[in-house]
């Protein structure tokens, strides 16, 4: 089935900003004694709040306040955007120029507010190269459910068949994939696992390697 859309993940794909939510969630963790680590801020990435809560009450106990880690979190992560910004992916601005010229559907589908989202995108100059955004809130189940990524294509008239979707995270991946969508992986704080590798149409590397796989998919 030939390609006509490109359904892309926010954070770690098209802004390198996972880097700073796996930072900040780690340490507004302890900041309330609990020890997180890099594994477990990694484990939660683009999962819905369900999810994340029952992971971390697992990890930590039932008596993770996941609220007051939560808003810790943004305290940190706002105060450290206000002082030093945030950059685009290697490679954003070029894929999307790409996209856009070559007249495909392009939508976000982001487990970040779309308030917060489209203030993230429009400092880079990147939010007019989206035609829809979809936000974790705007959908029933948040990924790894396959919400987000059903309502991504639907709101570009596409069927999820018709879309490559690109993810760097395992619960991304999982979403993409079960909505029926092509997932490429672009990797950022890890690189595929066993159980994910099975899920994945490609593996890119970096954002402008996403032109090769769209190309070669005709």
């Given at each position: 089935m030939k390609i006509k859309?490109?359904?892309?993940?926010m954070d770690g794909v098209i802004l390198d900003t996972e880097k700073l939510y796996v930072r900040f969630w780690c340490?507004?963790?302890?900041?309330?004694?609990y020890p997180m680590q890099r594994a477990h801020a990694l484990g939660i990435r683009s999962m819905a709040r369900p999810f994340a809560i029952e992971k971390l009450k697992d990890c930590f106990g039932d008596d993770f306040d996941y609220y007051a880690v939560h808003d810790k979190?943004?305290?940190l992560m706002n105060k450290y955007i206000a002082k030093n910004g945030i950059e685009a992916k290697s490679g954003a601005k070029e894929l999307l120029k790409y996209l856009k010229a070559n007249g495909y559907g392009?939508?976000?589908?982001?487990?970040?507010?779309?308030?917060?989202?489209?203030?993230?995108l429009e400092r880079l100059g990147l939010y007019e190269y989206f035609d829809e955004t979809v936000s974790a809130s705007m959908v029933v189940n948040g990924k790894p459910?396959?919400?987000?990524?059903?309502?991504?294509?639907e709101r570009l008239g596409l069927l999820p068949e018709e879309c490559i979707a690109l993810?760097?995270?395992?619960?991304?991946i999982k979403s993409a994939s079960s909505a029926g969508c092509k997932t490429v992986m672009v990797p950022d704080l890890d690189v595929p696992s066993e159980d994910i590798i099975p899920l994945l149409y490609d593996v890119?590397?970096?954002?402008?390697?996403?032109?090769?796989?769209?190309e070669n998919c005709g």
């Open positions: 859309g490109v359904i892309s993940d340490e507004a963790a302890r900041f309330y004694g979190r943004i305290e392009v939508a976000l589908a982001t487990a970040t507010a779309p308030e917060k989202a489209r203030e993230y459910a396959p919400d987000i990524y059903l309502c991504a294509a993810e760097d995270s395992q619960n991304g890119a590397d970096g954002l402008t390697d996403v032109i090769r796989i769209l």
